[in-house]
């Protein structure tokens, strides 16, 4: 594979087939029949490029990371060792919750690529489907087995602690996809930032309120600290409804670059908050046809049900391993029922109270910060936009300070209804 | 040096002395004399093998790791990788204090072998001054100086966030010491293990009410997980009152082989909790000579000293830094001097809560675990020794449970006054 031995980008077609002739992993997906191969470049994330190959005899997807930021540009280089990190969280991921990931067919270190399954139509992403006012009656049943599997799996809960220090040193390594979160969810929002913007004129007010809030950026200080120092458990990292693909039936969590050992609260968080603010978008999506009022009713549920759902799993879990090689709490410590139900409980609390925060952290950084939701971004009158930023930013401010006064899900969905 | 290709212990004094006749950096150390050296071994530690190497002409220190833990026996291996781990530490704590470090003249990895500064008469190790009931007026000033600036140094205070997560990466390295540390610190107290022991019959019940407190297991797993999962600074990691060696003059801190990135408070809250425990041991060492009650005072008084005089540097720096390269405040952000007071304080806080919390733990274990320490052991009536083991597992007990009630070092002094 001569042709391949450094780094190009895969953009053109002809040098994409080949690559993928030359890579038996690859050209078998297609049944080796490359005649009508259609390849379309999707990529509307942030950072790659993504292509759909599809042949008579088959499919898979290629993603290729490149060495800068691709919705920024050259002027803002990453590294593109993050299809490395990335494919390591997907493979060990999807190994514990093989239902809700894809497949890896392959993947090469030097070109920055992965082959994959392609998540076949009528799979789309997740935002787009509650931008269009769809519901997912077995989405919180499938994301609420996703979280519990992969970050219980990989904590202290289930590992021991050599095998756990092994893998955070390792991840560690993907330092610059954790400085970027860093940077674009703990700090632009909270500072003057040549890439923060909002929806000007009407949040000129609300951003600046965020940067002069000095409780809430007390508040996002600890949250910082404890994304940076806190190995728990290797979190996918960037888990918004964007990082997911759904069907009615199926559910399929996507883009794991940002992967690292960090607090499991960042995952749940990003996922919830994300939900919230699709939650708060609605009222600019509603028209005579549609008026949303099912479809929030359905996040509110799903936003309660999904954690519901992962606490039960995640506890029942820790249960089942209990006896297990995890080395956080053995069991001739933890040795009667009573107490095994106590520091569950608090553990559960203090994960919920982290969800809280990080949840509010991510909804605050996707009004003011860098990068914004089409949830909102896809609401076409300015004024109106503004009007359901504003009030997802209130809210997420509110729970940032108080999270810790929450004492269930029940209390947030509470709180999101008295906003209206 | 084909003679020491492969490890081998050097407790021979020929094989000794043949081995720095080899290595220059240890011989120019005692001016390449060798006639009339004096080799003594004087390991008195759990771990290690310590020589100290006198000639006419200059000295050394040589401490030699064995692939077991040296009180126990060749039953309970332990890597002597630890060795490479203590000389990272040491070098990297001396640069940054070395006033209170020893320098390290040489380290050889296949030997598991430092060279070191031979810390000379009257250095004698800082727990064993305690137990004489001699009082050292620079100590609270000296170590409250170590353990400002190696805390604050190898922080995200001062470090970026690449040179942090490279750092913690290495150091993940020293995982069987944090693995030891886990069990004898936060776990074998809490339940039956074959080396636990305590001063019995006396102390009978009061072990077994440890194994029994539901609440206080409950905060040792909470801090437990810190120990595991925070990587916060580069902490000694064994902090305690014999890993300490002193002069009237002089303060200097060996033995970090335990090193890793961890919570600060494990290292402030080691050595506070020893020196409460040396506290709690001067009544049983009481005697017509000498009644303890000035000693007494003296340690209260540093105990409070050193926790202040901490605090005061540790922000001293932090304000001396606050527009340098560390990553966890960022200026532009904690940007007035109200908010950076606050976030001061609330970090503060923390740290001091999160030092009570492991200081009881080490104070815990050092009674009810595997490892006893000079100052009770020493006291040769059992009964009398109870009576003080007593005071201060009762103590350390009511302060892992209480601890976030207590605002300042003041209420702690007072606390254990009241145990009189
Ligand atoms: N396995 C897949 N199957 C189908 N479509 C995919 C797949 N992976 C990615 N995509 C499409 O490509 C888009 C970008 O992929 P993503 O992994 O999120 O890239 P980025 O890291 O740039 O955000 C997704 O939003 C989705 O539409
Ligand atoms: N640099 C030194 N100078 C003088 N004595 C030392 C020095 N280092 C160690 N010692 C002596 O050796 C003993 C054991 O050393 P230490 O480093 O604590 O070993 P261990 O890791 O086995 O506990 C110390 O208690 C002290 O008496
Ligand atoms: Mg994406
Ligand atoms: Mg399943
Ligand atoms: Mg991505
Ligand atoms: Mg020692
Ligand atoms: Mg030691």
């Known amino acids: 594979m001569a042709a391949f031995s450094e780094f190009r980008p895969l953009s053109d077609s002809a040098l994409m ?7 038996p992993a690859l050209s078998s997906k297609l049944g080796d029949q490359f005649d009508d191969l259609d390849i379309k470049e999707v990529g509307d994330g942030n950072l790659n490029f993504v292509y759909i190959v599809v042949g008579s005899s088959g499919s898979l997807v290629i993603k290729q990371a490149i060495p800068y930021i691709r919705c920024i540009g050259e002027s803002w280089p990453m590294t593109k060792e993050r299809a490395y990190f990335e494919t390591r969280a997907l493979r060990e991921h999807g190994h514990l919750c093989p239902d809700h990931v894809p497949e890896v067919y392959h993947f090469d270190r030097t070109m920055c690529l992965i082959g994959m399954r392609y998540l076949e139509p009528p799979h789309i992403i997740l935002r787009k489907g509650l931008i269009a006012g769809l519901v997912y009656p077995l989405l919180a049943e499938h994301m609420s087995e996703y979280m519990a599997h992969t970050l219980f799996h990989t904590s202290l809960l289930y590992h021991t602690t050599t095998d756990h220090k092994s893998a955070v040193a390792e991840f560690c390594g993907n330092v610059e996809l954790c400085r970027l979160t860093e940077q674009v969810v703990f700090s632009d929002p909270y500072k003057v930032s040549q890439y923060n913007r909002w929806t000007t004129p009407y949040l000129d007010g609300d951003a600046k309120a965020v940067r002069e809030d000095n409780t809430l950026k007390l508040e996002v200080a600890e949250l910082k600290s404890m994304f940076c120092e806190r190995a728990q458990a290797l979190i996918h990292g960037d888990l918004h409804t964007g990082s997911v693909m759904v ?25 919830l908050g994300n939900l919230i603010l699709s939650f708060f978008s609605q009222e600019g999506h509603a028209n005579e046809e549609n008026d949303r009022k099912d479809c929030k009713e359905w996040i509110l549920r799903t936003i309660g049900e999904t954690w519901n759902l992962f606490e039960m ?25 009573e107490l095994l139900q106590l520091v569950q409980r608090k ?7 982290d969800t809280l925060g990080f949840g509010s952290a991510k909804m605050i950084r996707r009004i003011v910060g860098v990068a ?12 109106r936009r503004a009007d359901c930023e504003r009030k997802a930013l209130n809210f ?7 999270r810790r006064k929450f004492q269930s899900i029940e209390d947030v969905v509470l709180a999101i209804r008295d906003v209206q």
Chains 1, 2 share one sequence.
Do not use: C, R
Not at 247 to 269: K, L
Not at 313 to 337: C, D, M, Q, R, T
Not at 347 to 353: A, C, G, P, S, V
């Open 17 to 23: 087939v080949e690559y993928i002739k030359s890579t």
């Open 247 to 271: 069907t009615q039936v199926s559910t399929q969590v996507i883009d794991p670059e940002f992967a690292f050992y960090g607090p499991m609260g960042f995952d749940v968080g990003a996922y």
């Open 313 to 337: 799993k995640f506890v029942a879990l820790w249960n089942k391993h209990k006896e297990g090689y995890g080395e956080a709490y053995l069991p001739a410590i933890y040795n009667n029922s």
């Open 347 to 353: 553990f559960m609390t203090d994960l919920f109270h």
């Open 372 to 383: 914004h939701v089409e949830d909102f971004e896809s609401i076409q009158d300015a004024s």
């Open 396 to 402: 997420a401010k509110m729970l940032m300070k108080e």
